[in-house]
Structures are given as structure tokens and as C-alpha cells.
């Protein structure tokens, strides 16, 4: 009986099964603070890659001096992405109407999947960022 009243009140062990319950939530709260912040810089950065590759598109259009393709728009507007991979062939040019002429307007959209890491510990679907920027060609 004594040795079962010691062990009632033997406290050697507690804190590690405290640590126990607590640390998955400690290590939860941490990814997603990682995740919000990830979120943010990549749309961040979508946001203004297509911006600027909407504002290069209207500033090269067809009376332009340096006119450009639709190509050298969708390159620039990709290496505007800044610290997240995306690739000319992500960017999707529109024009209304279907020309290059002053007063048209030119659509610059980006889609970028991003997985969050906290998609491992619960059901949360992939994320995809996507902006775009519309400008009338000048």
C-alpha cells in the first residue's frame, strides 16, 4: 500500500508528458505560421509580376517603338515572379479586341499552385494563387 501511495505521489515524468500534448500543437502552429507567410510572399509576388508585365505589355504595344511579342511579354512577366518558380508558359495573355493598337486592353493572368505544408497534418486542398492585371494599350 505505501508503495502505491509513493507512486501516487511521484512527480518524475510530468513534464514529459505535458511536452507530449503539447508539442504537436507547438509544431502545428509553427508550419502554419510558415504556410501564412509563404502565402503572402507568393501572392505577393504574383501580384506584381503581373502588373508589371501588364504595364510592359501596354508600353510595347503595336505603335510602339519596340514592339514585342506575345512571348518576350509572357518571359518578362515570368522573371518578375520573385522567389517563386514560374514559367513563361504559366502566364496567359488576353487582348480585347484580339489586336495591339492603342485603346485595346491587354489582360495578364498568373496561376501559381502552392502546396502548404499543412496540407500533410490536415484535409486542406491545394492552393493556387491566382491575379491578373488588366491595362489599355497606349
Not at 502505491?4 to 508528458?17: E, W, Y
Not at 496561376?111 to 491545394?126: H, I, M, S
Amino acid at each position: 500500500m505505501r508503495y502505491f501511495v509513493r507512486m501516487l505521489r511521484n512527480d518524475q515524468g510530468v513534464s514529459a508528458i505535458q511536452f507530449a500534448f503539447v508539442a504537436p500543437m507547438l509544431v502545428f502552429l509553427t508550419v502554419a505560421i510558415i504556410d501564412i507567410g509563404r502565402l503572402g510572399l507568393t501572392s505577393t509576388s504574383v501580384r506584381y509580376a503581373v502588373f508589371e508585365g501588364a504595364r510592359f505589355a501596354i508600353a510595347h504595344g503595336a505603335n510602339s517603338q519596340d514592339p514585342k511579342t506575345d512571348d518576350e511579354i509572357k518571359t518578362f512577366t515570368a522573371t518578375r515572379a520573385i522567389g517563386i518558380p514560374v514559367q513563361a508558359s504559366d502566364v496567359v495573355i488576353t487582348r480585347d479586341p484580339d489586336d495591339d493598337n492603342p485603346g485595346s486592353k491587354v489582360t495578364i493572368t498568373l496561376d501559381v499552385p502552392l502546396n502548404l505544408f499543412a496540407e500533410g497534418f490536415t484535409p486542406l486542398a491545394p492552393t493556387t494563387i491566382t491575379r491578373s492585371a488588366t491595362m489599355t494599350v497606349f
